[in-house]
């Protein structure tokens, strides 16, 4: 990586170039999916799943069906989040250097 970054510090993580893998874009919406903003979508996706969940009877219990829940962040390029830098966000932005641009805030 091109900054020394040391854990518990604020980033700013900035997307340049669209990931060529699978696993860099997983590993990309890991990332972005700490952000407070996204953090905030999940909790509302999730109390929405729970909401339009289909309570029936199975077995004698109540059973929920849920539906598959989207994936929250889909970063391109362009696009940048600020997140609190820990020990995994580390390694995990070490993984995907080529594709983002990491500045400290």
Do not use: Y
């Not at 590993?27 to 952000?35: K, Y």
């Not at 962040?73 to 696009?79: L, N, R, T, Y």
């Amino acid at each position: 990586m091109n900054i020394d970054i040391t854990a518990g510090s604020l980033v700013k993580v900035t997307v340049v170039r669209q990931p060529t893998s699978q696993r860099a874009g997983k590993t990309l919406s890991r990332i972005f999916a700490r952000d407070p903003v996204n953090q905030r979508a999940a909790r509302r996706r999730n109390r929405i799943r729970t909401q339009v969940a289909d309570p029936h009877r199975r077995g004698g219990r109540i059973w929920m069906n849920k539906t598959k829940a989207p994936p929250i962040v889909q970063p391109g390029k362009g696009d940048a989040c600020r997140i609190r830098a820990t020990v995994d966000v580390i390694a995990d932005l070490g993984s995907v250097a080529r594709f983002v641009e990491v500045t400290s805030v």
